[in-house]
């Protein structure tokens, strides 16, 4: 069975620095997705990143950046410019591309809260 | 925009008290999921459509059932709900089984 696991289960960053929310995963699939999302407090649930498992290069949108180590099964979030905004609970998760009882289920992690200081 | 809806955004029903959530979706897409989310915690699937295929989770209550009368719109049924089912409920969908896109969720409160 596929795991997700956040090992962070809180962390600070000061408004304007980095910050690198840490995944790792286990999965015996070779082609899946792996996303992290964000959740404000009592907030919609947001979709901010996405990783296609075949595809070597890091995706990247704006400030938001993976690091993703297939051989390690690693896939960390890194924020740059933090903004108070960015404040929020941070669930990593997988899903498999291929078919079976997995598919299309997400697997998440426990979840990673992230406090921005002004 | 396109976008999931959840309604209503707070429910508050009796114990045992029958109690129905909606989700609507202008995306188009061919998945819709449950989830049940409480505090702090990581949401869990309570079951999906595939298309008009039901797939249940193996330890989703028998209490929680859903219906899917089109492919815009998902219905989840609590026939008698306990105070252990108070939860955030989150619908999502995806187009096959890409990313799934979150509605605003369902608060629900049992008294």
């Known amino acids: 069975a596929q795991t997700v696991t956040q090992s962070q289960p809180e962390m600070s960053v000061q408004e304007a620095e980095t910050v690198t929310l840490s995944c790792t995963y286990d999965?015996?699939?070779?082609?899946?997705?792996l996303f992290w999302y964000k959740q404000p407090p009592s907030r919609q649930m947001i979709l901010v990143i996405r990783q296609e498992a075949y595809k070597q290069q890091n995706a990247t949108e704006n400030r938001f950046s993976v690091n993703f180590q297939k051989a390690a099964k690693s896939f960390s979030l890194k924020i740059s410019d933090s903004q108070l905004g960015d404040a929020a609970m941070y669930f990593c998760a997988y899903t498999p591309n291929a078919g079976g009882t997995s598919y299309g289920k997400l697997t998440f992690g426990q979840g990673t809260i992230l406090t921005v200081h002004p | 925009d396109a976008m999931v809806i959840q309604n209503p955004r707070y429910q508050v029903t009796q114990f045992g008290k029958p109690v129905t959530l909606s989700c609507s979706q202008t995306?188009?897409?061919?998945?819709m999921y449950w989830y049940q989310q409480k505090s702090s915690q990581a949401p869990k699937l309570l079951f999906h459509y595939y298309d008009k295929d039901f797939n249940n989770e193996a330890d989703t209550p028998d209490n929680f059932q859903s219906r899917r009368p089109n492919t815009s719109f998902c219905f989840l049924d609590i026939r008698s709900p306990g105070l252990g089912d108070a939860a955030m409920y989150l619908c999502?969908?995806?187009?096959?089984?890409?990313?799934?896109?979150f509605g605003p969720g369902t608060r629900l409160t049992v008294l």
């Open positions: 999965t015996s699939e070779s082609d899946y997705y």
């Open positions: 999502a969908t995806s187009r096959r089984a890409r990313a799934q896109y």
């Open positions: 995306l188009n897409h061919n998945v």
